[in-house]
């Protein structure tokens, strides 16, 4: 465990926001997380820092934060045909699938390029590419911060639904995950019925996982804006559930609205939402929606939180409007407007 003061905290948000942070509490091992919460230094209202890439500092100033940096993998079941693999936390999420290609261990190449942790992984059940990361998991381990007490969570106990799970509801802030387990396959089956991979592989019958994955980064990296030269988050706005009716109702209304089914519902495009209201572009001052995919909101130097926040906010309001449809969004935000 370190312990570092007076911390910017540009460095440690992919929107490149700039504000201050009195205390961070770097975690490196499950002990860590044990010690910090049993010794003076621990703060019952410290936020938890992957690697900063889907939070948006909306304040100046802050005062604690628990960077998680637990890092390793091992195997720790193996047979002919799958590998049960044990992750730390603090693992960046793409380096893991990269190792796991190495090594033949087959789920969740398309899941290819996504930004953050492990530890991020389950709690926002990231998704990409038709498939979700619980369709590989097998439960993680982690360290519940009111009592010290170490519990483990199949993944029955994670209540894992559309970019949620308990770590952003009823234990949201109150959990700090450890590691990581997930079970992978030996053979590879690729899944390939996201419109874009089919039409891509659906006629070969020879491509290689690698091939696929690189294919999936290849297709991230031309939609999505570098943040290291245009601070962003990924998609801002989760696409949200409509009953059959509202969904009726829209392709009477539009018949190009991209719906999809979802359990005894629809999902529908939030990036075909913003652009249809007219917000695709849109730039105010250093805060804008790319050009490239209205999902995104870019930082492009020097915006502020807020800033970045209240064109969201404006998205929202106008999207609901004009669809009556309330954008929901899938960034987390740390601290108060």
């Known amino acids: 465990m370190k312990i570092l003061r007076n911390v910017n905290l540009q460095q440690f948000n992919t929107f490149g926001v700039k504000a201050e942070l009195d205390k961070m509490v770097l975690i490196q091992s499950h002990d860590d997380v044990i010690r910090y919460l049993n010794s003076e230094d621990c703060s019952e209202t410290a936020f938890i820092i992957g690697s900063g890439s889907n939070i948006l500092y909306v304040n100046d100033k802050y005062s604690d934060a628990i960077k998680n940096d637990i890092k390793g993998l091992r195997v720790i079941e193996d047979s002919d045909e799958s590998?049960?693999?044990e992750v730390g936390a603090g693992v960046i999420w793409h380096e893991?699938?990269?190792?796991?290609?190495?090594?033949?261990?087959?789920?969740?190449?398309?899941?290819a390029l996504i930004p953050g942790t492990v530890g991020a992984a389950p709690v926002q059940n990231i998704g990409a590419y038709g498939i979700e990361q619980e369709e590989c998991f097998d439960s993680l381990t982690g360290v519940l911060r009111d009592t010290a007490e170490t519990l483990i969570f199949s993944k029955e106990k994670c209540k894992f639904s559309y970019r949620s799970s308990i770590f952003k509801t009823s234990l949201k802030n109150r959990f700090i995950i450890t590691s990581v387990r997930y079970r992978l396959k030996k053979k590879y089956q690729p899944i390939?019925?996201?419109?874009?991979?089919s039409e891509k592989f659906a006629q070969s019958k020879n491509f290689s996982p690698i091939e696929l994955f690189d294919y999936i980064c290849q297709v991230r990296e031309n939609k999505l804006p570098d943040y290291r030269y245009y601070g962003n988050a990924g998609s801002f706005f989760k696409n949200p559930i409509?009953?059959?009716?509202?969904?009726?109702?829209?392709?009477?209304?539009?018949?190009?609205?991209?719906?999809?089914?979802?359990?005894?519902?629809y999902k529908v495009s939030a990036a075909w939402l913003i652009e249809k209201a007219g917000l695709k572009g849109t730039r105010i001052s250093d805060v804008g929606v790319s050009e490239k995919h209205a999902l995104i909101l870019i930082n492009y130097g020097n915006a502020s939180g807020k800033d970045?926040?209240?064109?969201?906010?404006?998205?929202i309001d106008e999207v609901e409007n004009l669809f009556g449809i309330r954008l929901e969004r899938e960034v987390n935000i740390i601290g108060e407007i």
């Open 308 to 315: 970045i926040y209240n064109l969201s906010q404006r998205i």
């Open 83 to 85: 590998v049960l693999i």
């Open 192 to 197: 390939l019925k996201y419109k874009e991979l």
């Open 242 to 265: 409509v009953s059959i009716e509202t969904a009726e109702e829209l392709k009477v209304k539009y018949t190009n609205v991209p719906l999809y089914v979802f359990e005894d519902a």
């Open 96 to 111: 893991f699938l990269e190792e796991c290609l190495k090594h033949g261990h087959y789920g969740l190449e398309n899941l």
